[in-house]
């Protein structure tokens, strides 16, 4: 029976289209406006499409009640200048019509349809974008054919002195951005209901796989280079299962502590802020650094080796230096790891947890495992013996470095930055003038100058004094009262939570916000930093369950009302660029 409705429907519409003399021109208007006075070459843009409907016509709404109705779409060209990457169309409001006795999804009056798209680079002057909305105009009695009507806009493009200033706001402060649009956080639940338990797994494993390009894992490389590099050369198959052994201990203790993370609902790569863990590390490097430097022979104690069945190959030693190395691929975090920690948060079940971090730590390690095995079989190369030793000995400089790497949360940054610029010339002005290992080796020896050329350049580098300070945002430590303050003024807010042993955090300030693009909408908002590295205290506790923080760093932008926009919360490193856009959406809304 419904069925035959929506047929009469059909027809009706189709007849009263034929024969009609008014044209959809004259129904409606159309206005289309930026939200900024211009846009960045290779930046994002806002812009509205105001559509002025004549009483008393109407369109039908982009997402129709039934399945006849045509439904009303903006559609753009291919342009080699500009990228359309999303369309949000407003509600739409059910009426009953005299063609019909149900009520159809339709829109009247004013209406405006928000679109956000990306300049190509390279573009120069201003850019037209153009467009047009297709539609069917009806009233009670009639409908019209459909149609549509062309639209165009001129985008101004700014040099990169210009500043951006934001117009035409009341057409942009009611637009709802589903979360969906924007965030990356993986849900574990969808991906089990939509794809299956060993799809979701094998996506865990190339999220895991995906953290590699995550800061949080570059001190990995040179340990495992150093360690792996000093090791006896064996059969490729002990050399391999070595290196399987290296991430087999990173994995377990990755999985321990992202499993415990997620249950007791503290931040993964807390247990970093421990000024003992920091020590203990430091230490190992310190020891691993004294072995290359030929102090004494690294190996596994006594006791360990007679478990082993006497044997010498490492097998232990790489194991617990992977468990060792668990601790610091900890702290890397992202919206994929966001996912899991929340899930198992939810289920409560340590053995999933375990085997959902198990996995993602197991695609973290992969790299490594190659590495490892190629890293110990520098031995095997011919006349090894003639600039090994100089090879380890720029593995124990790097391991020297890595341990003042580890401790720098427990000194101050002025001392830390005259520290490590020093350390790495002194290591250069060594390696130059008194190491004098593989200098027969004429292929090592050129290799060796372009290491001392490049340390010594590169702390001279970072030692050098900055002609002018650079500009930075004007943050203030979070209190409760400052953020209620700022919420209650009408102005945006940003909450950067951050802690000092988090590497994407430093890389944030050194990177982010420092760019000017950002500094020049900074001035815009209220800004508050949140120091985690103290994870114990009530109030880091509170504030960790108040905004519902699994890792850092997270940073939370909220809107004119006090309402945080969920889906631009950023997990993780992120550049300027998208960091712009997401401050130019808050600052869009009301």
Not at 105 to 127: F, H, P, R
């Amino acid at each position: 029976m419904k069925a035959n409705k929506y047929l009469v429907l059909l027809f009706v519409i189709g007849l009263i289209s034929v024969g009609s003399g008014q044209t959809s021109d004259a129904i409606l208007d159309i206005r289309i406006y930026l939200s900024t006075n211009g846009v960045y070459t290779d930046g994002s843009f806002q812009a509205a499409v105001v559509v002025s409907l004549k009483d008393p016509w109407h369109i039908n709404s982009a997402n129709p009640a039934d399945e006849f109705s045509i439904a009303t779409q903006l559609r753009f060209p291919e342009s080699d200048q500009w990228e359309i990457m999303d369309i949000y169309y407003p509600s739409h409001t059910m009426k009953t019509f005299a063609f019909f006795d149900e009520a159809l999804a339709v829109y009247e009056g004013e209406i405006v349809i928000v679109i956000t798209g990306k300049l190509s680079s390279g573009v120069s002057g201003s850019v037209q974008l153009s467009g047009a909305l297709f539609y069917q105009g009806c009233n009670d009695q009639l409908c019209l054919p459909p149609r549509e009507t062309a639209f165009s806009l001129e985008i101004p493009i700014l040099a990169d002195s210009e500043p951006v200033i934001f117009q035409n706001e009341p057409y942009f402060e009611n637009i709802d951005i589903p979360a969906e649009a924007s965030s990356d956080t993986f849900d574990v639940t969808d991906s089990f209901t939509r794809k299956g338990i060993l799809i979701t797994f094998l996506l865990i494993f190339l999220g895991g796989l995906g953290l590699n390009l995550t800061p949080c894992v570059y001190p990995l490389i040179p340990v495992t280079v150093s360690y792996f590099g000093g090791q006896t050369a064996g059969k490729s198959g002990k050399r391999l299962l070595m290196a399987i052994l290296y991430v087999l201990g990173i994995a377990i203790v990755n999985s321990a502590l992202g499993t415990l993370a997620a249950l007791a609902g503290g931040l993964l790569g807390a247990f970093m802020t421990n000024p003992l863990v920091l020590i203990a590390i430091a230490g190992i490097l310190i020891a691993l650094s004294l072995s290359m430097f030929g102090v004494y022979e690294f190996g596994v104690p006594s006791f360990l080796m007679n478990l082993c069945g006497g044997s010498r190959t490492g097998y232990i030693g790489a194991l617990v230096m992977g468990l060792t190395m668990g601790i610091v691929a900890a702290p890397c975090i992202g919206p994929f790891v966001i996912g899991l920690l929340t899930y198992i948060a939810s289920t409560g079940n340590p053995f999933i947890g375990f085997s959902m971090f198990f996995t993602l730590s197991m695609g973290l390690g992969l790299p490594f495992i190659f590495l490892a095995f190629f890293s110990s079989k520098i031995d095997s190369l011919p006349r090894s013996g003639e600039w090994m030793v100089g090879v380890r000995i720029i593995f124990g400089l790097i391991l020297v470095g890595m341990a003042l790497y580890f401790v720098h949360p427990l000194i101050t940054e002025k001392i830390y930055g005259i520290l490590f610029p020093l350390y790495v010339i002194g290591s250069g002005i060594y390696l130059l003038l008194f190491n004098k290992s593989g200098e027969n080796a004429r292929g090592f020896t050129f290799f060796k100058k372009i290491v001392t050329i490049v340390a010594i350049i590169l702390g001279t580098w970072l030692i050098k004094p900055e002609s002018a300070p650079a500009e930075k945002m004007a943050w203030q430590p979070y209190q409760q009262d400052v953020y209620e303050s700022a919420v209650t003024s009408g102005k945006p807010v940003i909450i950067d939570f951050y802690a000092d042993w988090c590497i994407p955090c430093k890389e944030m300030d050194k990177l982010t916000f420092t760019d000017p693009g950002v500094i020049s909408l900074a001035g815009q908002f209220h800004l508050l930093k949140v120091d985690l590295t103290s994870s114990a205290s009530p109030e880091v506790i509170q504030l960790k369950n108040q905004f519902d923080i699994k890792g850092v760093p997270t940073i939370l932008f909220i809107d004119r009302k006090g309402r945080e926009i969920t889906a631009l919360r950023t997990l993780g490193l992120e550049k300027p660029e998208p960091f712009i856009v997401k401050m130019n959406k808050t600052l869009s809304r009301n």
